[in-house]
């Protein structure tokens, strides 16, 4: 039995349909539903159980896992509740690895590209605890997923018990199917998909810094099929310990992703460029691009689609159609 916390959410929920889709049917999802859609990101899925949050430590006592996939968290990057975060992000994923160790269940977790910040030390999975405290994230959410990744970093590098494979994944700018229940946290290519369809005007933000044209900000985005791709080489035969970038590799910019957009629905592209807020001005990303080395190095060698390549399969396949779910 294999377990995806956050499997309703769209991470996990694209994590589970993979399962499925390789012929793994005994899969458990722990999430919470709420009362919103995104139980839709389950209704072509095959589960044999859905664990609310809460009921997660008692319902796991006693069982026999195959492996932990755990996806879930509360990825807000404006959240302020200091003790809802440290609770929902780190000690969940602390008591998580605690029994994980002792059962001796393979952990595979959900870190964050936002544990690097604003990107001053760069964006090296070095998992030295030496170089991990020299990263600054710039919110909570990146705090609480940088001190779990010290939590891993630090047993690893102290040699104590961990899990047979526990391995952290730093996601990047990630785009996909199953997002759409996220409203304004989804991916750019989700939230304006429909404006593109009608031919409508696309505003992005001015640059504010020098050596950047408007819309010229660069980021690493990524194509959720190819993080679950990575999950599952984990699953089978990839590296028993370690935090490991997932991005493309490449930095590409926010005009490249909607002119990527406008090409995939059939239209001209129309950009406008509109004056960044004042409240995030001072600490917005202009560049962020998975370091891959240790990745490639570990024995992952598949190729990454292109945002091009990447924007066309999530357009084509899901948001142009009337059931736009995996």
Same mark, same amino acid.
């Given at each position: !039995?294999? *377990? &995806?916390t956050g499997g309703a959410g769209f991470i996990g929920s694209?994590? =589970?349909?993979? *399962?499925n889709h390789v012929g793994e049917r005994d899969v458990v999802v722990c999430d919470d539903l709420g009362t919103g859609n995104k139980w839709r990101n389950l209704q072509k899925a095959l589960v044999q159980d859905i664990v609310p949050i809460k009921e997660l430590h008692g319902w796991i006592e006693g069982r026999t896992l195959q492996t932990v996939v755990h996806m879930g968290a509360n990825s807000s990057t404006t959240a302020s509740d200091g003790d809802g975060i440290m609770e929902e992000n780190f000690r969940f994923s602390l008591r998580l690895l605690e029994?994980? %160790? !002792?059962k001796r =269940?393979?952990?595979i977790y959900a870190s964050s590209a936002a544990t690097y910040g604003a990107g001053e030390a760069g964006f090296v999975d070095d998992i030295s605890v030496a170089a991990l405290r020299q990263l600054r994230p710039l919110n909570l959410y990146g705090w609480?997923?940088?001190l779990f990744d010290l939590v891993v970093a630090d047993k690893i590098e102290r040699k104590l018990p961990l899990p047979p494979v526990c391995v952290g994944l730093k996601f990047f700018n990630v785009y996909g199917p199953n997002e759409l229940h996220k409203g304004s946290m989804m991916s750019l290519v989700s939230k304006l998909h429909d404006r593109a369809a009608a031919g409508e005007k696309i505003a992005l933000f001015k640059s504010h810094k020098e050596g950047y044209a408007d819309g010229e900000q660069l980021r690493d985005f &990524?194509? &959720? #099929? #190819?993080l679950v791709d990575v999950i599952r080489w984990l699953m089978k035969s990839g590296p028993r310990a370690g935090i490991f970038n997932v991005g493309t590799g490449e930095a590409r910019s926010f005009k490249d992703l909607i002119q990527? *957009?406008? %090409?995939a629905v059939g239209r001209t592209p129309d950009i406008e460029y509109v004056d960044m807020p004042d409240a995030i001005r001072d600490r917005y990303q202009y560049y962020t691009q998975a370091d891959l080395n240790r990745l490639r190095a570990a024995g992952y060698n598949q190729p990454f689609l292109s945002v091009e390549q990447g924007v066309d399969r999530l357009v084509s396949q899901y948001l142009s159609k009337p059931d736009p779910y995996r």
């Amino acid at each position: !039995m294999i *377990l &995806v916390t956050g499997g309703a959410g769209f991470i996990g929920s694209n994590v =589970v349909a993979s *399962l499925n889709h390789v012929g793994e049917r005994d899969v458990v999802v722990c999430d919470d539903l709420g009362t919103g859609n995104k139980w839709r990101n389950l209704q072509k899925a095959l589960v044999q159980d859905i664990v609310p949050i809460k009921e997660l430590h008692g319902w796991i006592e006693g069982r026999t896992l195959q492996t932990v996939v755990h996806m879930g968290a509360n990825s807000s990057t404006t959240a302020s509740d200091g003790d809802g975060i440290m609770e929902e992000n780190f000690r969940f994923s602390l008591r998580l690895l605690e029994w994980c %160790t !002792m059962k001796r =269940v393979p952990f595979i977790y959900a870190s964050s590209a936002a544990t690097y910040g604003a990107g001053e030390a760069g964006f090296v999975d070095d998992i030295s605890v030496a170089a991990l405290r020299q990263l600054r994230p710039l919110n909570l959410y990146g705090w609480s997923k940088h001190l779990f990744d010290l939590v891993v970093a630090d047993k690893i590098e102290r040699k104590l018990p961990l899990p047979p494979v526990c391995v952290g994944l730093k996601f990047f700018n990630v785009y996909g199917p199953n997002e759409l229940h996220k409203g304004s946290m989804m991916s750019l290519v989700s939230k304006l998909h429909d404006r593109a369809a009608a031919g409508e005007k696309i505003a992005l933000f001015k640059s504010h810094k020098e050596g950047y044209a408007d819309g010229e900000q660069l980021r690493d985005f &990524v194509h &959720v #099929d #190819d993080l679950v791709d990575v999950i599952r080489w984990l699953m089978k035969s990839g590296p028993r310990a370690g935090i490991f970038n997932v991005g493309t590799g490449e930095a590409r910019s926010f005009k490249d992703l909607i002119q990527a *957009l406008f %090409t995939a629905v059939g239209r001209t592209p129309d950009i406008e460029y509109v004056d960044m807020p004042d409240a995030i001005r001072d600490r917005y990303q202009y560049y962020t691009q998975a370091d891959l080395n240790r990745l490639r190095a570990a024995g992952y060698n598949q190729p990454f689609l292109s945002v091009e390549q990447g924007v066309d399969r999530l357009v084509s396949q899901y948001l142009s159609k009337p059931d736009p779910y995996r």
